[in-house]
C-alpha cells in the first residue's frame, strides 16, 4: 500500500503516505466485506463469518478458513454461524 500511497501523493511525507495507505486498506476492506454483505460472492446470500471465509480463504489454498471465521467471531463476540448481515441491522 505504501507503493501506493507514493505513487498517487508525491513528496508527501512517509507518515502522510503511511496514513494515507492505512486509509485506503480500511476502505477497502469496507468495500469488500459491503460485497460479502450483499452476497456478490456467495450465490446472492448473506453469508455467515465462516461462509465467508470458506470463500475469502478456502482451504484449497492451504488457508484454515474454519479458524479463521472462529477467531473473527471472537473478536467481535458473535457465533462463526451468525450471518453477518444481522450484524449490521441489529
Excluded: C
Excluded at 59 to 88: C, E, M, T
Amino acid at each position: 500500500m505504501r507503493t501506493w500511497a507514493s505513487d498517487r501523493f508525491p513528496g508527501a511525507s512517509r507518515e502522510e503516505m503511511s496514513q494515507r495507505a492505512i486509509d485506503e486498506g480500511w476502505r477497502i476492506l469496507r468495500v469488500l466485506v459491503g460485497q460479502y454483505l450483499d452476497g456478490r460472492y456467495t450465490q446472492g446470500k448473506p453469508p455467515t463469518a465462516e461462509e465467508m471465509f470458506h470463500v475469502y480463504a478456502p482451504s484449497a489454498d492451504g488457508n484454515h478458513p474454519a479458524g479463521y471465521a472462529r477467531f473473527v467471531a471472537g473478536k467481535l463476540g458473535v457465533r462463526p454461524d451468525q450471518r453477518l448481515i444481522d450484524l449490521v441491522t441489529a
